[in-house]
């Protein structure tokens, strides 16, 4: 079956509908969906859809699809973030060592990289952290 | 038709070594080729293609061309350079996987 512009754009409304918002997912499920259509031999457009989406498993597997999409989007971001950690925690411990060995040495700006420290930590790794876990909560809930 | 329990952790290595060899391949040409090419005996599903693809894409292991096929968007995925070295690892642990399995199912007569 040859399909119109009109299919095309109600794949596209019916996808969104059912929840594919990413835009990469969207466009391989689109073509999927009309690849399918275009080589059956039959004419009935919502009878082919409706076979088309049972060979998906349904909107729930749509709804999956997005699901798993989101969840590899969120991995990279949670790696990221915890990249960020780690190298704030790093320059923490680095900073608070430098503040001892400068006390410890009667050394001046002692309380500058203890300050700094304290900085990094209340300016970059708290709010990392509840950033992360505020996205896993959402990703959780959906 | 194999169970998904028997196929589950090769389609993975299916998929990479099918876009390996053709060069280039559109998810629904993935499904089509692997059914017609195993006789229908391994079916990867739709829900199980995409997620692998984009997470193969995620880790620059493929990479993606974009077609317009009139109003539509096609997306041929490829194996980028440094998929290739994937794809030569995951290809070898398959074979000896394959190996390993016959020394279970078809043992040799003592």
Not at chain 1, 49 to 63: D, E, I, R, V, W
Not at chain 2, 85 to 101: C, P, S, W
Request: hydrophobic letters at 40%; aromatic letters at 10%.
């Amino acid at each position: 079956m040859e399909l119109s512009e009109k299919h095309i754009a109600f794949i596209e409304n019916s996808l969104a509908l059912y929840g594919v918002e990413n835009k990469d997912l969207k466009e391989d499920l689109v073509d999927h969906i009309c690849t399918y259509i275009e080589n059956q031999d039959a004419d009935d457009f919502n009878m082919l859809y409706q076979q088309a989406l049972q060979k998906f498993g349904g909107y729930t597997s749509f709804q999956n699809l997005q699901l798993e999409t989101h969840h590899q989007k969120l991995a990279k971001q949670i790696i990221t973030v915890n990249k960020l950690k780690f190298s704030a925690g790093f320059i923490v411990i680095l900073l608070l060592v430098m503040s001892l060995v400068f006390q410890m040495m009667q050394w001046p700006y002692a309380n500058a990289w203890i300050l700094g420290a304290i900085l990094i930590s209340v300016l970059i790794i708290l709010p990392a952290h509840f950033y992360a876990n505020y996205k896993k909560s959402i990703h959780n809930y959906s | 038709m194999y169970s998904k329990e028997l196929t589950k952790g090769t389609l993975q290595p299916i998929i990479l070594a099918l876009i390996n060899t053709k060069g280039r391949m559109y998810g629904y040409e993935i499904t089509q080729d692997v059914k017609r090419m195993t006789s229908g005996k391994i079916d990867i599903s739709e829900g199980a293609l995409y997620p692998i693809l984009h997470k193969l894409e995620a880790k620059k292991v493929l990479e993606t061309e974009k077609v317009f096929i009139g109003k539509r968007v096609r997306k041929y995925y490829k194996v980028t350079k440094e998929g290739k070295k994937m794809v030569e690892t995951v290809t070898e642990e398959i074979n000896d996987f394959i190996e390993t399995l016959s020394l279970i199912f078809n043992p040799k007569p003592i």
